[in-house]
């Protein structure tokens, strides 16, 4: 059975290693990572959502670590990829990039073990959610290895007496203006009318 879901999962790995656009959502995933004081506050709970769905279609992450030989071990990647040696340099990356060894990948690493190397890296962003603080945008099952998003609620802050009368007076001042704009062009309306009365015969 074991190995039967070993067979899947590099199936699984063999059937994603066409798409393409793993290599720039690793990118993104390391840009969250390394952006984490500008991301805890401002990343939606739609993109958590979204993000924990594409996660929750990858393989098992238990079958990822026994595909990858070297250079990812407790969440933590420590080899290079070509989309790492791309990017090189790129400020925000760079303490990222000072954990890598470059240049990328080692002769030994073939095809499949390089996808699920990058597949690891995508679920390190889903467990750097799940730790996110002081809101987390997911939540990990570990024996699952499934992600479910978490909605957090905006806490709302109830107004002091001062707060609320600043505010009605605000509102009140605009209610005016706009009352004294649509008098002025009511106003208008009549200015462009003739003195003169014109009877029509």
Request: glycine share 6%.
């Amino acid at each position: 059975a074991v190995v039967s879901t070993q067979s899947t999962g590099v199936r699984s790995l063999q059937a994603i290693s066409t798409q393409q656009y793993l290599q720039p959502l690793k990118i993104l995933g390391d840009w969250i990572k390394a952006r984490h004081q500008l991301i805890s506050n401002n990343i939606s709970g739609s993109f958590w959502a979204q993000f924990a769905e594409f996660l929750n279609l990858l393989p098992h992450t238990q079958l990822l670590e026994k595909v990858v030989k070297t250079g990812f071990r407790n969440l933590q990647q420590s080899v290079a990829l070509p989309e790492d040696v791309n990017v090189r340099g790129l400020g925000p990356l760079s303490t990222l990039h000072d954990q890598l060894s470059f240049p990328p990948l080692s002769p030994d690493m073939d095809t499949i073990e390089e996808y699920a190397m990058r597949v690891l890296c995508l679920k390190s962003v889903g467990q750097f959610g799940a730790h996110l603080r002081p809101r987390p945008g997911l939540q990990h099952d570990h024996g699952r290895d499934f992600y479910t998003p978490i909605h957090s609620k905006p806490q709302i802050t109830p107004m002091t007496d001062e707060e609320r009368r600043i505010q009605m007076k605000t509102m009140g001042r605009l209610k005016l203006q706009m009352d004294v704009k649509a008098l002025e062009s009511t106003a208008s309306q009549f200015d462009s009318l003739s003195p003169f009365l014109v009877p029509v015969t």
